[in-house]
T-cell receptor
Framework: TQLLEQSPQFLSIQEGENLTVYCNSSSVFSSLQWYRQEPGEGPVLLVT?????EVKKLKRLTFQFGDARKDSSLHITAAQPGDTGLYLCAGARGAGSYQLTFGKGTKLSVIP | NAGVTQTPKFRILKIGQSMTLQCTQDMNHNYMYWYRQDPGMGLKLIYY???????DKGEVPNGYNVSRSTTEDFPLRLELAAPSQTSVYFC??????????FGPGTRLTVL
């Protein structure tokens, strides 16, 4: 079974601080997605990265796919309380694969 | 545009009862999925479908069944509910397999 390990598991920071969360695997993925999930709701897709070394920005969020397509990171600049939630990474096992492998998530709390 | 809708939102079942979790999408997506999410365990794929009339097992299919008679609907059936099936169930759909859109979830408790 291919695993995606996310770290840290929990993160509590003050508003305005920067943070990085990680998603690591020993396996290669054809693409990787990041989702944010708020309590009582379903995950919401933030970004998909498909090329090794790719960097995508979404306002204050920066996503990077590792050169070897085995890992990814999410960096948030000047965190806000609205960033609070569970951040999940998910990887597609191969081109055309119908199944995603999900990590267990990083639970982020941004304190005003 | 409602996206992915799921009913019911909450349900309590007794051991041995049966129920169907409903999922409908209005985005004309071919791919649909059922996941369960347990605390601290991430999302596990139960079943998926690549189009009407085609379904396949995911990682944790035991105790569940699905059907896909239309593009829009993908119901999940629990035949004999067990406490191990207490979980939050999410339906998702996608145009491409690696970009999935999730419904709001059904919170199921089996007592």
């Amino acid at each position: 079974t291919q695993l995606l390990e996310q770290s840290p598991q929990f993160l509590s920071i003050q508003e305005g601080e920067n943070l990085t969360v990680y998603c690591n695997s020993s396996s290669v993925f054809s693409s990787l997605q990041w989702y944010r999930q708020e309590p009582g709701e379903g995950p919401v897709l933030l970004v998909t990265v498909v090329t090794g070394g790719e960097v995508k920005k979404l306002k204050r969020l920066t996503f990077q796919f590792g050169d070897a397509r085995k890992d990814s990171s999410l960096h948030i600049t000047a965190a806000q309380p609205g960033d609070t939630g569970l951040y999940l990474c998910a990887g597609a096992r191969g081109a055309g694969s119908y199944q995603l492998t999900f990590g267990k998530g990083t639970k982020l709390s941004v304190i005003p | 545009n409602a996206g992915v809708t799921q009913t019911p939102k909450f349900r309590i079942l007794k051991i041995g009862q049966s129920m169907t979790l409903q999922c409908t999408q209005d985005m004309n997506h071919n791919y649909m999925y059922w996941y369960r999410q347990d605390p601290g365990m991430g999302l596990k794929l139960i079943y998926y479908s690549v189009g009407a009339g085609i379904t396949d097992k995911g990682e944790v299919p035991n105790g569940y069944n699905v059907s896909r008679s239309t593009t829009e609907d993908f119901p999940l059936r629990l035949e004999l509910a067990a406490p191990s099936q207490t979980s939050v169930y999410f339906c998702a759909s996608s145009y491409m397999p690696d970009t999935q859109y999730f419904g709001p979830g059904t919170r199921l408790t089996v007592l």
